[in-house]
């Protein structure tokens, strides 16, 4: 089970990753230049956005961190390859994308940029270091992770420090960098002082950096935030687990009366088609079933909210087509479970009627296979009847196949929800995830996607257990 639930969301976590627009894109789309030589204003940009990516693990790499071995020469060409001076290497329309992809590396660059900043012969480098330094050192204070408030201030004011630290400059084709701050060594001194006052917060050895080059990776960032209850979706402005709290019993009860109607009639319909085999009710019963099957969710949904749902000129609507209760919370008990039952009819129907097409197929084909085993015909030789041959022996060895295709029932149940959350308004889990995938709310997929994950493994721990439960032979195993 957890190697199947890591391995879901590892390709969860790649698809959402691919997804994901970087740094530079969001501040493109949003109107905000990332080339802007105004230090303040850039730096205030790009800090808008760092919460945001940490949230969702895109401020770093996504398996493998090879950044922790970045030494102080590698700094040193990453800043002259900005210039747009003589040491230019990159064409002007990629200098802005890693410039910001170089303000994102992080507390791995903290200390190779501050030792540039050091060195007294690379003065040319000090400012452009300085602005790169108080973006990397920058840690977003975000509410997930800090649970102490004192924590939290201390960071902030660190911050705000360093904000007042970066040293101006111009970066011009004529001239390169070009320091334009009268206070360039106050701040200067300032930031080394800052940076070397904490340098235990940013600096590895080489055993943390064999660590980090595994631990310190988008994937185990943000599958520590989903198993601590902490990821934190930025569209919704809560706690993951917290807005699924709120949806998850519409979609569960849901789903779990659907389960229950589709066994309730496919079980004894699948029975009555394997006594009454070859017969014209068999046959119009097979035809009917597979007409069902072949018709999608979202179709026959769509066709009862338009028939059932909508007043027209054909009359007005019969069932409501919107929520599972009405807007009147002053209701008696037998009043209140009326309104559910009358609401979720349709979303009933549509939800249950493609699974027991299929149950009941498989349970007319896996009886006829038992009724004609050799154990049937010597109880028929015994003078037993059919009804004894097949509630008392063949059905519960016709259950084994049964239950294994139902262990995917829930969890499938959970996929088509989507279209009949949609369909008939309900805030369901479903919807959820069709806003989170729209917005690309990586945290709240990766949330639905455990949700979605667990109903899965449940089902299939559930049919582990039913498997022991009507053949004796699996329970004689562990008895």
């Not at 970066?171 to 340098?199: A, F, P, S």
Request: glycine fraction near 8%; charged fraction near 20%.
């Amino acid at each position: 089970m957890i190697p199947t639930m890591v391995g879901i969301l590892l390709i969860t976590f790649a698809v959402v990753r691919l997804r994901a627009p970087g740094l530079y894109e969001e501040m493109a789309a949003s109107g905000q230049s990332a080339g802007e030589r105004k230090a303040d204003a850039k730096l205030a940009n790009i800090r808008s956005y760092l919460g945001r990516f940490k949230r969702t693990g895109n401020d770093l790499p996504a398996v493998l961190n090879t950044r922790v071995w970045i030494e102080k020469d590698d700094v040193i060409e990453n800043l002259w390859m900005l210039e747009k001076g003589e040491h230019a290497t990159l064409p002007a329309g990629d200098r802005g994308r890693a410039e910001v992809e170089l303000y994102l590396k992080g507390r791995a660059y903290v200390i190779p940029l501050l030792e540039v900043l050091e060195d007294e012969t690379l003065t040319e480098l000090h400012a452009p270091a300085s602005e790169a330094l108080t973006i990397c050192a920058f840690t977003p204070t975000n509410i997930e992770d800090y649970a102490k408030e004192q924590e939290r201030q201390r960071i902030v004011s660190r911050n705000q420090l360093l904000e007042k630290c970066a040293i101006e400059f111009i970066n011009t084709q004529e001239d390169g960098y070009l320091c334009v701050d009268e206070q360039y060594q106050t701040k200067r001194q300032k930031l080394i002082e800052i940076i070397r006052n904490e340098e235990s917060a940013f600096s590895y050895s080489t055993a943390g950096k064999i660590g980090a080059t595994f631990s310190e990776t988008g994937f185990v960032s943000i599958m520590g935030k989903l198993f601590s209850g902490t990821l934190y979706s930025h569209m919704k402005q809560q706690f993951v687990f917290a807005i699924i709290a709120d949806r998850w019993f519409i979609t569960f009860w849901l789903n779990i009366m659907a389960i229950i109607l589709a066994w309730g009639i496919a079980v004894p319909l699948g029975i009555r088609a394997a006594r009454k085999k070859g017969s014209l009710e068999e046959r119009a019963t097979g035809g009917a079933l597979m007409l069902l099957w072949s018709t999608p969710e979202f179709f026959l949904g769509t066709i009862l909210l338009v028939h059932l749902c909508t007043d027209s000129s054909y009359g007005q609507e019969i069932f409501p087509s919107k929520g599972l209760t009405s807007d009147d919370v002053w209701m008696s008990t037998p009043a209140f479970l009326w309104d559910i039952c009358y609401h979720s009819f349709l979303p009933l129907i549509v939800l249950t009627y493609n699974s027991f097409t299929v149950l009941s197929r498989y349970m007319r084909g896996q009886l006829l296979g038992e009724l004609s085993s050799d154990y049937v015909r010597t109880a028929r030789a015994k003078g037993a009847s059919e009804d004894q041959i097949v509630y008392g022996h063949s059905l519960r060895n016709s259950m084994v196949t049964m239950i294994t295709l139902g262990s995917g029932l829930l969890a499938s149940m959970y996929g088509g929800f989507i279209f009949v959350e949609l369909i008939f308004n309900i805030q369901g889990l479903g919807t959820l995830l069709l806003d989170a995938a729209l917005t690309a709310d990586a945290p709240l997929i990766m949330g639905s996607t455990i949700v979605s994950v667990g109903l899965l493994l449940i089902s299939i721990l559930v049919a582990d257990i039913l498997y022991a439960v009507v053949d004796p032979r699996i329970r004689s195993q562990y008895v």
